[in-house]
Protein backbone atom coordinates (compact mmCIF):
# COMPACT_ATOMS: atom_id res chain seq x y z
CA UNK A 1 0.00 0.00 0.00
CA UNK A 2 1.49 3.13 -1.24
CA UNK A 3 0.31 5.19 2.10
CA UNK A 4 2.03 2.83 4.58
CA UNK A 5 5.07 4.45 6.42
CA UNK A 6 6.28 1.40 8.16
CA UNK A 7 7.02 -2.23 6.61
CA UNK A 8 3.73 -4.14 8.08
CA UNK A 9 5.26 -8.16 7.02
CA UNK A 10 3.05 -10.96 6.67
CA UNK A 11 0.04 -12.13 8.58
CA UNK A 12 2.11 -13.04 12.10
CA UNK A 13 0.69 -10.67 14.78
CA UNK A 14 3.60 -8.69 14.91
CA UNK A 15 2.62 -4.78 15.36
CA UNK A 16 3.23 -4.79 18.90
CA UNK A 17 0.05 -6.76 19.84
CA UNK A 18 0.04 -9.48 22.41
CA UNK A 19 -0.98 -12.11 19.62
CA UNK A 20 2.30 -12.84 19.00
CA UNK A 21 3.92 -14.39 22.27
CA UNK A 22 0.70 -17.06 22.08
CA UNK A 23 3.76 -18.94 19.90
CA UNK A 24 5.77 -20.02 22.47
CA UNK A 25 9.44 -19.95 20.95
CA UNK A 26 9.02 -16.46 20.23
CA UNK A 27 7.40 -15.00 23.88
CA UNK A 28 11.01 -14.93 24.37
CA UNK A 29 11.75 -12.23 21.62
CA UNK A 30 10.51 -8.48 20.99
CA UNK A 31 8.70 -7.46 18.40
CA UNK A 32 11.10 -5.46 17.10
CA UNK A 33 13.45 -8.59 16.66
CA UNK A 34 10.73 -10.69 15.26
CA UNK A 35 9.86 -7.63 12.91
CA UNK A 36 13.30 -7.67 11.47
CA UNK A 37 13.70 -11.50 11.33
CA UNK A 38 10.59 -11.50 9.46
CA UNK A 39 12.10 -8.25 6.55
CA UNK A 40 15.24 -10.85 6.60
CA UNK A 41 12.88 -13.38 5.13
CA UNK A 42 11.39 -10.95 3.05
CA UNK A 43 14.38 -10.12 1.66
CA UNK A 44 15.61 -13.48 0.99
CA UNK A 45 12.77 -14.70 -0.60
CA UNK A 46 10.13 -11.89 -1.87
CA UNK A 47 6.99 -11.48 0.22
CA UNK A 48 5.17 -14.44 -0.83
CA UNK A 49 7.74 -17.41 0.08
CA UNK A 50 8.94 -15.36 3.17
CA UNK A 51 5.23 -15.09 4.79
CA UNK A 52 5.28 -18.68 4.00
CA UNK A 53 7.77 -19.35 5.79
CA UNK A 54 6.96 -17.42 8.43
CA UNK A 55 3.26 -18.68 8.72
CA UNK A 56 4.36 -22.35 8.29
CA UNK A 57 7.04 -22.17 11.07
CA UNK A 58 7.30 -19.07 13.06
CA UNK A 59 9.40 -21.04 15.18
CA UNK A 60 12.23 -19.70 12.75
CA UNK A 61 12.18 -16.48 14.03
CA UNK A 62 13.46 -17.75 17.16
CA UNK A 63 16.17 -18.65 16.11
CA UNK A 64 19.42 -16.21 16.63
CA UNK A 65 20.26 -14.06 13.75
CA UNK A 66 23.27 -16.07 13.16
CA UNK A 67 21.28 -19.40 13.16
CA UNK A 68 18.42 -17.43 10.68
CA UNK A 69 21.15 -16.13 8.54
CA UNK A 70 22.60 -19.63 7.96
CA UNK A 71 19.12 -21.16 7.34
CA UNK A 72 18.71 -19.01 4.91
CA UNK A 73 21.92 -19.50 2.61
CA UNK A 74 20.94 -23.19 2.85
CA UNK A 75 17.49 -22.96 1.90
CA UNK A 76 18.64 -20.49 -1.21
CA UNK A 77 20.88 -23.17 -2.30
CA UNK A 78 18.43 -25.70 -1.63
CA UNK A 79 16.30 -23.74 -3.98
CA UNK A 80 18.97 -22.79 -6.88
CA UNK A 81 19.85 -26.69 -6.75
CA UNK A 82 16.11 -27.53 -7.53
CA UNK A 83 15.63 -24.82 -9.92
CA UNK A 84 18.64 -26.18 -11.72
CA UNK A 85 17.46 -30.01 -12.01
CA UNK A 86 13.91 -28.55 -13.15
CA UNK A 87 15.30 -27.39 -16.00
Not at 24 to 29: E, I, K, R, V, Y
Not at 60 to 82: F, G, P, T, V
Amino acid sequence: DWSVTGVQTCALPISGGEEWKQVPQLAAHSPDTITRRTELLIVAFGKTKGCNFVRTSPTILALSDENLQKWIEKRRLNMIKHQSVQR
